[in-house]
């Protein structure tokens, strides 16, 4: 049920942490990955390669997705790439530190624009393409729990949400699944040293104890783009080891 052999998955972002992680998952289940990536080509090589050596097919394409028409054309070549195009999986984005208080609006829309519009155009031009199929978004638990200075990118993450569920009730018509994926904090290198304090305190409030992986994202993406889920369309999944059933008080 977890076989994706014979699709093909657009992954943006695909160059970054969480990007990285759901590529290689994708293409483990057998699916053609289409990498993503905007300024950091050397990364998105680097997935590649590591699939290819693994017996997979992926290949990268650039593109800037707070740009409408470029995230046209990369829907478009990702399905004339292979000829289809199954998944979305709607992963780039920024995370900006601002406090409100003085925040521009050059910034609001910056964040707003690479996070929440490129999924909107994304998702619009693979509805054109796609015949049936999913549609994943990487939103945040941040949706639902802001965090200071994260003002424009829990705003996006929130409209992120919603997004899924509009297009899910608008593109199910067309036999295409819409859905979101809420991770909590997810380690990177060096992030125990730069932030020790803020990773103590999530291990303590987390039930499973311990930081997400981006492992544990993609298996959520995977689980939504396979025959599983396919009666699950406009679900928020929060995968975040249970840290926000923690009481606040």
Partial sequence: MLDLSDTTTLVTGGSGGIGHGIALRFAEA?????????????????????????????????????D???????????????????????????????????????SWRAVLDANLTSAFSCTQAAAEVMDGGSV??????????????????SSAKA???????????????????????????????????????????????????RLGTPGDIANACLFLASPLAAWITGHNLTVDGGVSAHPTW
């Fill in 136 to 153: 994943i978004h990487i939103a945040s638990i941040e949706a639902a729990n802001p965090a200071p200075g994260h003002a424009h990118y």
């Fill in 30 to 66: 057998g699916s053609a990955v289409a990498v993503h990536y905007h300024r950091d080509e050397a990364s998105a090589l680097a997935v590649v390669e590591r699939i290819r050596n693994a017996g997979g097919t992926a290949k990268t394409f650039s593109a800037d997705l707070t």
């Fill in 68 to 106: 409408d028409g470029e995230c046209r054309r990369l829907v478009a070549t990702a399905a004339a790439w292979t000829g289809r195009l199954d998944t979305v999986v709607n992963n780039a984005g920024v995370q900006p530190i601002e406090p409100l208080p003085g925040m521009s609006a050059e």
């Fill in 159 to 209: 409209a992120l949400v919603m997004h899924a569920r509009a297009a899910a009730l608008e593109y199910g018509p067309r036999g295409l699944r819409v859905n979101a994926v809420s991770p909590g904090l997810i380690d990177r290198p060096g992030l125990g040293e730069t932030w020790p304090e803020g990773v103590r305190r999530w291990k303590q409030a987390a039930p499973l104890g």
